[in-house]
């Protein structure tokens, strides 16, 4: 069953194209995230979904229904939906029972009906004893679950989040990252969340868009978009890259300081003669000495340490394998190069994605 | 696809926002196009109603007219130059150093600022009148001259006391953009081995250069435009300036049309200052006003402190404690001159005004009636315009932005003379009436009342009410339950800000007033043709207090800064 449906969605601004082709299908109760830096157009998507702008191109159903096409366009406050904005937008001149209880209110439920769901709410996301503050009286995170509060107490047919961490601190957005999604699974919410922190999006949602210039790159499960990035910018947005230029010769393929048996990379044949590989540092092992041999399909490959920097819990060394090629390889916080020795580089040709490029 | 939705369309042909745009479009195309226009007109207009450009060529037969602008020039220049120098050694007292009692001395400035021009006038010349003159008596007193050395009916006169009520502006531009001077940019000169006196000269001063230079605008401006002093001093001293040979075409015999071609070289000189002035201060470069100030740490002036206190104190000295003084004095004597004393002491002037003059007390009435609700519809007109224009509900939003922000830069009695135009003959024939002032006030105003409920409005996140619509509310909702309450507190500062000016306008409302719609300034004016100035003080004291318990009420809820902290914006 399909909950939110986005077909062939586009929306200009004048001349610019903030998004370009956007469609997606969304389960009940999933946790989607839309990725990307900023001015990627996924603000804009969102605010579509919620009904605060009319597509230019394309439509949005939710259960089936039409909700967005660009002849007409059903008003946010009849989508059901609720909404947790960058700003929080929670109400200075109310107290927070009042911020929370306010969705219930305009659904003209009960007075008791109200408090009731308004307490347990509160006690939800643990602010029981804070009911009759007004919101200036409250932290940042504080401040964070009274929105959260006031949007999933009505339970919303999608719960919409744009960017609602950026304004925390650092500790505070881990903490808050688990509370979403602890309520996400508490009320089994489909949820559309914004953000351009990959991090945040990795270990929240069930499944990825993420997006560049109004375009989307990859839709994927976070797993599937670190270890099988499909294009450039997925790969290289998505943790820390390198990305190999490469030329299939006969039965090699050249990385111009070294080359690999082209037989030894999977689905090779489907591609160009011109190749572009994504390798993650981290699946780059490094060896002072000369090692003995290979082991499970690993390539060893000579080189010279050009650079290194240590971050504690790391060290990233660029070393270059002759070719003028520069490659980051990182490794243990305790093992140490020196700038200008040779070392011995274990790349396994399983670890090299091979991207569109 | 999906019969059994309907839709509806927020961009739907004539849906109620649009309409809101057209008659808010319409209103203020009659409140400030129009008179305009009607201005411009009618200077082209022979008496019978065929196009003429005589009346601009009868300005340059008459000397009497050229010299007009000639001495509005003169004093413009004077007055703004004046101002300068009176008012950027308190702003950077009170900004940049260690000078004592800085908040009695804003609180003076404050009070200056709130007094009106024209009573300020009226007692100094009881302070500097040729010879009987307090400040002259003392001085004959005192070294047995025959005659005093102040003429307060001169044109230095006429200068000082325009300058000395219009300082309070180059005050708050030059303290706001000192403000933002971080010391950092001193230290950097500190440090390459320029002295204090050297750094201040060198740097601060230039850095604040397009602020002083606004406000040497703003005070030119106003100095030229100004008729309540004018007819105070420069009457009586026959200097003839803009302001007064306007208001005598508009005596007997009328002359609207000559008024109208007169007045056209004021409007343009403003409005060219203004758009030169926005430029400067849009000019990029100074990054010193846009960014954010680093650290900042006060001058430490040593003994020099208590000096710069002295000088603040002596300027607020001339501008309130000695005018306030005489002012009080003549409103309790039988006769100012007879000086302090028991025998002297009488209610007897406000008793003539509140219960035996004529039109005393329906003037005071019109006072509040009038500008309570000029202030009302200015802010309630100026609410819906920013709001929409703020949210982007319709199209060329901006437009709109623009004609309310346009009356700033018409001077009152230009404004006054394009409202006649307009409106005074028929189909309206509003002239003489209640509405004519209320519209009148209501136009000049409108740009404060627009400024701060723009910047009140822009305070407001939008998200604040896409809150309430995601959550089930219409736009009403949101605006009813949200954007109202939050709206209150700043929106009565801004009624405040429309109502205290209202209450004491003279230049719309010398030209527009009739018989039965006279003001508490209308009637001061009246008064100082045949009335006493025990009288004439006595009704400055009324309307001071007016001024100030309205003052009071926004320094109580709105807080401190509320007067000098807007006028700056």
């Known amino acids: ?357 | 696809m999906h019969p059994e939705v309907t839709l509806k369309s927020p961009w739907h042909r004539w849906n109620p926002t649009e309409l809101l745009w057209v008659g808010l479009a319409l209103v203020l195309i009659l409140l400030v196009g129009n008179p305009l226009l009607r201005l411009a007109w009618i200077s082209l207009e022979t008496p019978s109603g065929g196009f003429t450009l005589g009346n601009y060529a009868e300005i340059g037969r008459h000397w009497r007219y050229l010299v007009g602008y000639r001495n509005s020039l003169a004093l413009g220049f004077s007055v703004a130059s004046l101002c300068l120098l009176i008012a950027v050694p308190i702003a950077w007292g009170v900004s940049r150093t260690n000078m004592p009692g800085k908040n009695l001395v804003q609180v003076l400035v404050l009070g200056t600022f709130v007094t009106p021009p024209f009573l300020g006038a009226t007692s100094w010349i009881l302070l500097a009148g040729p010879n009987a003159g307090w400040i002259n008596r003392a001085y004959m007193g005192i070294f047995g001259a025959d005659s005093g050395i102040l003429n307060i009916y001169s044109f230095p006169g006429l200068v000082f006391v325009i300058a000395i009520y219009s300082f309070p502006y180059t005050f708050v531009f030059t303290r706001a953009a000192l403000d933002l001077v971080s010391s950092e940019m001193e230290d950097a000169a500190n440090c390459l081995g320029a002295g204090r006196v050297k750094a201040t000269l060198a740097i601060t001063l230039p850095l604040i250069r397009p602020a002083l230079l606004g406000a040497w605008i703003i005070t030119f401006l106003e100095a030229i435009a100004i008729i309540g002093s004018s007819i105070i001093i420069a009457l009586p001293a026959n200097i003839n300036l803009v302001t007064l040979q306007l208001w005598q075409f508009f005596g007997y015999p009328l002359r609207v049309e000559m008024a109208a071609a007169y007045a056209m070289p004021l409007l343009l000189v403003t409005m060219g200052l203004f758009g030169f002035q926005q430029r400067i201060l849009r000019g990029k470069g100074y990054v010193a006003l846009t960014g954010k100030g680093g650290e900042r740490r006060l001058i430490d002036l040593g003994a020099g402190r208590w000096l710069l206190l002295a000088y603040s104190g002596f300027i607020v000295t001339l501008s309130l404690v000695l005018p306030y003084l005489v002012l009080l004095q003549a409103a309790f004597a039988k006769g100012w001159a007879r000086g302090l004393g028991w025998n002297n002491l009488t209610l007897a002037n406000f008793q003539f005004l509140l219960f035996q003059h004529s039109t005393a007390k329906q003037a005071i009435l019109n006072t509040f009636v009038y500008s309570s609700a000029a202030a009302t519809l200015a802010l309630g007109l100026a609410v819906s315009v920013a709001y929409i224009v703020a949210r982007r509900l319709v199209p060329f939003g901006n437009v709109l932005s623009v004609l309310a922000f346009t009356p700033f830069v018409i001077p009152g009695l230009v404004l006054a003379i394009g409202f006649y135009a307009a409106y005074a003959p028929p189909p309206l024939a509003l002239a003489g009436t209640a509405a004519i002032m209320v519209l009148a006030f209501m136009t000049r105003f409108l740009p404060i009342a627009y400024s701060n409920a723009s910047a009140a409005i822009r305070g407001i996140h939008p998200e604040m009410e896409d809150a309430v619509m995601i959550l089930g509310g219409s736009r009403l909702v949101a605006i009813r339950r949200v954007v109202a309450p939050l709206l209150k507190r700043s929106l009565l500062g801004a009624w405040l800000l429309v109502f205290i000016p209202a209450s004491r306008e003279v230049s719309s409302a010398l030209f527009l007033y009739g018989p039965k719609t006279r003001t508490m300034s209308v009637l001061f004016f009246d008064l100082t043709e045949g009335g006493s100035f025990e009288q004439l003080a006595a009704l400055g004291v009324i309307l001071l207090l007016t001024v100030l318990v309205f003052v009071a009420i926004g320094l109580m809820c709105v807080g401190r800064d509320f007067m000098l902290r807007k006028a700056s914006e």
């Open chain 1, 1 to 357: 069953m399909i909950k939110l449906a986005i077909r062939n969605i586009g929306r200009d601004f004048g001349s610019v194209v903030a998004v370009r082709d956007f469609s997606l299908e969304i389960a009940p109760g999933a946790f989607i995230s839309l990725l990307g830096p900023s001015g990627c157009g996924k603000t804009t998507m969102l605010r579509m979904i919620a009904g605060f702008i009319p597509p230019s191109r394309g439509t949005i159903e939710l259960n089936g229904r039409l909700l967005s096409s660009p002849s007409a366009s059903v008003p946010p406050e009849k989508r059901g939906m609720s909404m947790i904005f960058q700003s929080y937008a929670i109400w200075p001149h109310m107290t927070v029972a009042e911020n929370v209880a306010f969705g219930l209110r305009l659904r003209r439920l009960p007075a008791q009906d109200i408090n009731r769901r308004v307490e347990e709410m509160l006690a939800v996301v643990r602010l029981s004893n804070l009911g009759t503050r007004y919101p200036a009286e409250l932290s940042g995170g504080q401040q964070q679950r009274v929105a959260l509060a006031r949007a999933v107490i009505i339970q919303p047919e999608v719960l919409l989040l744009d960017e609602p961490l950026s304004n925390l601190d650092a500790n505070l957005r881990e903490e808050m990252r688990f509370e979403i999604r602890r309520l996400h699974d508490e009320f089994k919410m489909t949820t559309v969340y914004v953000t351009h922190d990959q991090s945040e999006a990795m270990v929240m949602s069930d499944r990825i868009v993420v997006m560049n210039q109004g375009t989307v790159e990859q839709i994927d499960t976070p797993y599937g978009l670190y270890n099988a990035p499909g294009t450039q910018f997925v790969a290289s947005f998505i943790g820390r890259t390198n990305f190999l230029a490469a030329t299939r010769d006969g039965g090699k393929v050249d990385f111009r300081g070294f080359s690999i048996p082209a037989d030894q990379f999977d689905h090779l044949e489907d591609l160009r003669s011109q190749l572009l590989f994504s390798l993650r540092p981290q699946s780059i092992r490094v060896s002072q000495s000369k090692p003995a041999g290979s082991a499970g399909g690993e390539f060893w490959v000579q080189g010279r340490v050009l650079k290194r920097s240590y971050f504690g819990d790391r060290w990233d060394y660029t070393i270059d394998p002759g070719g003028g090629l520069s490659i980051v390889a990182s490794t243990e916080p305790r093992q140490r190069c020196e700038v200008g020795e040779m070392v011995w580089m274990a790349v396994n040709p399983r670890d090299m994605v091979a991207i569109r490029a």
